[in-house]
């Protein structure tokens, strides 16, 4: 659980990051994309994703523009990897974001969305702490900003992934699959910000 001190001081660190990018007219998006010519929904950016190999944690944003999703860019979809690079993924949850960098969500996936090695609930949120980005691409200041939020709303998240699993529990696919792999199961739970554009 995150303490009282380390939500604030997260929350600072997410104002800070997003305050130095706007001084040049930036922002976390802006940033992520900038080396993009011609963006492509689905595509995962930046190319090669980033992984801190000290930490194990490893992020890309796609966008479904235009959005699926009222109010919404794309998003960061967030992950770690314990063993290293070449060792088991495990998603922890996404991000989603406007055109103004402003989040509008927090979300977690089914299972055949991202197609990690499938974790239950208390063993991803043991891993939430392990979201730790300290790496100079696409930008510093873009990899503290996504670790902030992970911490500032580390509780939030830890709910999300029980609702996750409970939703997987209690979806019956009308032709018997297994639920991990029902594609009419995208979104397992998800938190919408109240100044999200929609």
């Known amino acids: 659980m995150t303490t009282p001190v380390e939500q604030e001081t997260a929350l600072k660190e997410i104002a800070f990051c997003e305050q130095v990018l706007a001084k040049s007219g930036l922002t976390v998006l802006s940033e992520t994309l900038r080396d993009v010519q011609q963006l492509v929904s ?60 402003r989040m509008t969500r927090l979300f977690t996936v089914n299972h055949w969305v991202v197609d990690d090695d499938w974790l239950t609930a208390e063993p991803t949120i043991e891993l939430l702490r392990g979201f730790d980005v300290h790496m100079p691409r696409p930008n510093y200041l873009v990899n503290r900003w996504i670790t ?51």
């Open 42 to 101: 689905w595509k995962n950016y930046p190319h090669g994703e980033v992984f801190d190999p000290a930490s194990g944690a490893q992020w890309f944003y796609h966008s479904h523009h235009p959005s699926t999703t009222d109010g919404e860019h794309g998003h960061f979809h967030c992950f770690v990897r314990p063993d290293g690079r070449e060792g088991p993924i495990h998603h922890l949850c996404a991000i989603g974001i406007d055109d103004h960098a």
């Open 148 to 198: 902030a939020v992970l911490v500032a709303y580390e509780d939030l998240i830890t709910d999300l992934v029980r609702q996750r699993d409970i939703a997987i529990k209690a979806h019956s696919p009308v032709d018997g699959s297994e639920p991990k792999l029902c594609k009419f199961l995208e979104v397992t739970s998800e938190h919408r910000f109240q100044n999200a554009a929609i």
